[in-house]
């Protein structure tokens, strides 16, 4: 199985995981989700990402998706994963937001990991733009 495993500073990447299954589906055991809280001591968050990966095998492939590249959360995830010798089967992208995510829940079976993760980035620059309504745009229009 493909897991996407969210990690992330504060409450977001529970808050994303919520969200990703309202519009991916509920069912998901193959989205999984852990964060490092303000004042939480990084051994305890390196024991909640020991328990939240704790399911994945050998066999499986893990796509982590961070919120800082270079961040105490992925660089902690990361540490874990490796000490699970996950890391061969692993892809790791920092800079995750909602449309990277949402793509790669509903991407992550049909294309392998490598070309899953440059589909992904490539996507997530394209879809970063400024929302623009002009002022003689009616509410209607919208």
């Known amino acids: 199985m493909k ?3 969210l ?3 504060g409450t977001f990447a529970p808050g994303l995981h919520n969200a990703l299954l309202m519009l991916a589906g509920e069912e998901r055991k193959d989205i ?3 964060s490092l809280e ?3 001591g990084s051994d305890t968050y ?3 990402v020991r328990k939240c990966i704790a399911e994945i095998t050998l066999e499986d492939e893990v796509l982590l998706l961070g919120d ?3 961040g105490s959360p992925l660089t902690l995830a990361a540490n874990v994963i490796a000490e699970r010798g996950l890391l061969p089967n692993t ?3 920092g800079g995750v937001n909602m449309p990277l995510a949402l793509s790669a829940a509903l991407m992550k079976d ?4 490598t070309e899953l993760a440059e589909a992904l980035l490539g996507e997530s620059r394209e879809v970063m733009q400024e929302f623009k309504i002009s002022e003689d745009e009616t509410e209607e229009e919208l």
């Not at 049909?110 to 990991?113: A, I, K, R, T, W």
């Open 3 to 5: 897991y996407i495993v």
């Open 7 to 9: 990690v992330s500073h």
């Open 32 to 34: 999984l989700s852990t």
């Open 38 to 40: 303000n004042g939480m």
């Open 46 to 48: 390196v024991e909640n």
């Open 68 to 70: 800082l590249v270079g």
């Open 91 to 93: 892809v790791m992208i």
């Open 110 to 113: 049909d294309m392998e990991l």
